[in-house]
């Protein structure tokens, strides 16, 4: 598999990720896909040859090797790399739609655009990209959880028992290099709960942002309508006015400029 080629299409979501996105694909990078293209698979490249069962009946050491190692962790590990990072490309098409959406309207509406930066998360690229973390964090878990249920643990012993046909009884296979491989087990398991941690770290970040933005909204919202109120009974004309001549009709949307105006017009008629 070409992880270069998935590196460089996914290097794109860096500029629309935050801070914790991008240390998130960082360490997807560095601690999952080097470690498992650079050492992982050659741990585990003898892991089929070097099973050996103590018994030299025809296909035992096969059957007893497919009941211990239902799926090679290589093999699960880079479905798991595939299936964490393809949420990521979900942004990158909404950007994209975003970008030919407002060429679009740009071209028919006189150089205006519809969106002032595309890549910016309002809308519903916020809610993209908030489903891209619940699923990168849910794959995570979910591969982790399938791990756990197949190999009972996270674990790798030296020695296993098999009694499955045509195996002539119990017999003992050993596994080669199990504390390696329980190593590098252990390490990609804490990875992938990093990963996790990260990506619930910017759900939270995420969440919190918008919650503070609604706030401020609100707060700016109730300045400007205290602020227009405030001026507006500024504005009003007293209600000594209204008393000393109550058959003159002020007009309530009058300013302060035009009743002083008309008090100093009435001045000259009682002198």
Known sequence: MNW???EALLSGVNKY???????WLSMVFVF?????VVAAQRVWGDDNKDFVCNTLQPGCSNVCYDHVFPISHIRLWALQLIFVTCPSLLVVGHVKYREKKDLQYTTSHSGAHLYAHPGKKRGGLWWTY???LIFKAGFDAGFLYILHHI???FDMPRLTKCSLYPCPNTVDCYISRPTEKKIFTL??????VACIFMCICEMVYLIFKRIQKFVLMRKSTKKREFAESHELSAMAP????YKSKPSIRVDPTASIQNISNF???ELPSKV
């Not at 990720?17 to 240390?23: I, M």
């Not at 007293?238 to 006015?241: D, G």
Request: proline residues 3%; charged residues 20%.
């Open 17 to 23: 990720s935050t801070a914790f996105g991008r240390v």
């Open 263 to 265: 008090k100093t017009e």
């Open 187 to 192: 390490f990609m398991v804490v990875s992938s």
């Open 238 to 241: 007293p209600r000594s006015l």
């Open 32 to 36: 999952r896909v080097m470690v498992f």
């Open 4 to 6: 270069g080629a998935l």
């Open 130 to 132: 908030l489903v891209s």
């Open 151 to 153: 190999y009972e643990g």
